[in-house]
């Protein structure tokens, strides 16, 4: 298969900082999409993954599964885009398309395994895929997505990760204007789930163990601030919540929250991948037909979903624009949660 050669950023083990490198990109075949990197958004899986903190890091890793981008080039059988439309590409740029997963749009749960827009296995090339901190990208059609005109286009971006995985349990759970939904941690997910949820007309609370958090989660949406820490305020919310939306990335106890559950309400872990070390107490589970479910990302058509509803109520990420030479302090202060809510790459800093 042809190719070209694009210039990147990343990491080649992972003690090492990302860097500038080249890598190889295929030449358009009939069902593909060739897409110029505008704007790529910097997610927590893309340092755990140069770091290889999950295990299974294939290097170099070119991390970035938030990209938005101009198309340059489209295949003979493509009629959905055009040369000069605007397009984006989240978390999959493949699958099997015939298990009863993909049957259903829920490519994420691929039963054979979904393909990463990086880290994957790359069918066409051998090896493995390279993400979004590159100059251009090229994508099956079916993976690619259409981006609302009127948004702003580098706050579009963290939508394609940090929003599906919140749009996807909001959905999932049915939630809509008579629903009373908490929000489990303020960051690149919380302040997503926050947004969204007040979209589709939910009562939103934002459980916090700082009261520092309290005005800015008001700003984006929050009708109320419980202090999670504080005794007091977790009793006044004792059975009040249809859903809540966990967004915490390291292991937490989880008990406390199913107390504010309703009956049948959900608590849904969308931010730790790993063992839990408190055990789930059960009597108020069972007592009230409360659930601890897990969600992750989402499929292709739920993503287009979330990005129309987006433009159709204007509602974007919160970001802070970064250079690609920033991206090894971006992860310094990531991992000290010392950003905004969303970091995002201006590739022309690239070029």
Known sequence: ??????????????????????????????????????????????????????????????????????????????????????????????????????????????????????NGNDKHLGGHTFGGYSEKVVVDAGHVLKIPANLDLAAVAPLLCAGITTWSPLRHWKVGKDSKVAVVGLGGLGH?????????????????????KTEDAKKLGA?????????????????????????????????????????NGTHVLVGFIGKMEDSLFTPPMIMGRKSVAGSVIGGIAETQEMLDFCGEHNIVSEIEMIKMQDINQAYERMLKSDVRYRFVIDMKSLS
């Open 223 to 263: 009708d109320h601030v419980v202090i999670s820490t504080d005794e007091t305020q977790m009793d006044s919310v004792k059975g009040k919540f249809d859903l809540i939306i966990d967004t915490v990335p390291y292991d937490h106890d989880v008990n406390p929250y199913i107390n504010t559950l309703t009956i």
């Open 192 to 212: 997503m789930a926050i947004k969204l949820a007040k979209g589709l007309g939910a009562e939103v609370t934002l459980f916090s163990r700082t009261p520092g």
């Open 1 to 118: 298969m042809d190719t070209f050669t694009v210039k990147a950023f990343g990491a080649e083990s992972k003690t090492a900082d990302l860097a500038e490198m080249n890598i190889e990109r295929r030449e358009v075949t009939a069902n593909d999409i060739e897409i110029e990197i505008l704007y790529c958004g910097v997610c927590h899986s893309d340092l755990h993954t140069a770091r290889n903190d999950w295990g299974g890091t294939k290097y170099p890793a070119v991390p970035g599964h938030e990209i938005i981008g101009k198309i340059t080039k489209v295949g003979s059988d493509v009629s959905k885009f055009k040369v000069g439309d605007l397009a984006g590409v989240g978390c999959i740029v493949d699958s099997c398309g015939e298990c009863n997963s993909c049957k259903h749009d829920l490519e994420q749960y691929c039963e054979n395994g979904f393909t990463g827009t990086y």
